[in-house]
């Protein structure tokens, strides 16, 4: 971990991608202690915010196709051995996350990749499921896009906020402290979203079955 903690302590555009796309593989690089140090040297003039952002969505798309690709041509019993194997554990998987977010997918359908990227414990691993369910590749793509970026641009805001509150020696214990809130509020903008894409559906499917009867 000695090479991540080096690229955490030069933050550039290129290491920001190659850190999101190891987050969104199998790698437990902790965006937030990614995205928001950027942004908060981004408002200090160092890098610009909104390219912090898009080569961290980038980064995180490319991360999540490795695994939507690993899954989708090795199948389920190869994820689990290598979740259970030696290798793994130093990975921070278990089979049980993995089940975790199968079960995640199952509930929610495809728009899982979408929220899925914005709840912790499951973001990095959303692909999977979608890989094993053989979920239309540019869909899951545009999701996750949607998602990470989502993701990434509350983290940049909460970065940029702290440059003008938090000195540099105290931005990690910050982001620590801040990241409660950020997952809460974030968790609720989930749940209003699952909300309303059940709704959404259920009145397209009321409205199907309206539309077969007249006829």
């Given at each position: 971990m000695?090479?991540?903690?080096?690229?955490?302590?030069?933050?550039?555009?290129?290491?920001?991608?190659?850190?999101?796309?190891?987050?969104?593989?199998?790698?437990?690089?902790?965006?937030?202690?990614?995205?928001?140090?950027?942004a908060y040297h981004s408002a200090g003039g160092n890098l610009n915010v909104i390219?912090?952002?898009?080569?961290?969505?980038?980064?995180?798309?490319?991360?999540?196709?490795?695994?939507?690709?690993?899954?989708?041509?090795?199948?389920?019993?190869?994820?689990?051995?290598?979740?259970?194997?030696?290798?793994g554990k130093m990975c921070l998987l278990n089979q049980e996350k993995i089940e975790k977010s199968e079960r995640y997918f199952d509930d929610?359908?495809?728009?899982?990749?979408?929220?899925?990227?914005?709840i912790p414990g499951i973001?990095?691993?959303?692909?999977?499921?979608?890989?094993?369910?053989?979920?239309?590749?540019?869909?899951?793509?545009?999701?996750?896009?949607?998602g990470a970026g989502c993701w990434h641009a509350t983290l940049a805001a909460m970065g940029w906020y702290m440059h003008a509150i938090v000195p540099e020696d105290r931005l990690e214990s910050s982001i620590k402290e801040y990241n409660h809130y950020i997952v809460a509020v974030i968790l609720g903008l989930v749940a209003l979203m699952v909300?309303?894409?059940?709704?959404?559906?259920?009145?397209?499917?009321?409205?199907?079955i309206n539309h077969d009867e007249s006829h």
């Open positions: 000695s090479i991540i903690s080096s690229l955490l302590n030069n933050l550039n555009y290129s290491t920001i991608f190659l850190l999101m796309l190891l987050e969104s593989t199998v790698v437990p690089v902790p965006s937030e202690l990614v995205v928001a140090p950027a390219l912090v952002v898009f080569f961290a969505t980038i980064g995180a798309d490319v991360g999540a196709s490795i695994n939507y690709f690993v899954a989708l041509y090795v199948g389920r019993p190869v994820i689990y051995r290598f979740a259970n194997s030696k290798l929610h359908g495809i728009i899982a990749t979408l929220t899925g990227r914005l973001r990095h691993l959303i692909s999977l499921p979608a890989g094993l369910a053989r979920m239309n590749y540019w869909k899951f793509l545009l999701y996750t896009t949607i909300v309303y894409f059940f709704i959404k559906g259920m009145l397209n499917k009321k409205g199907k």
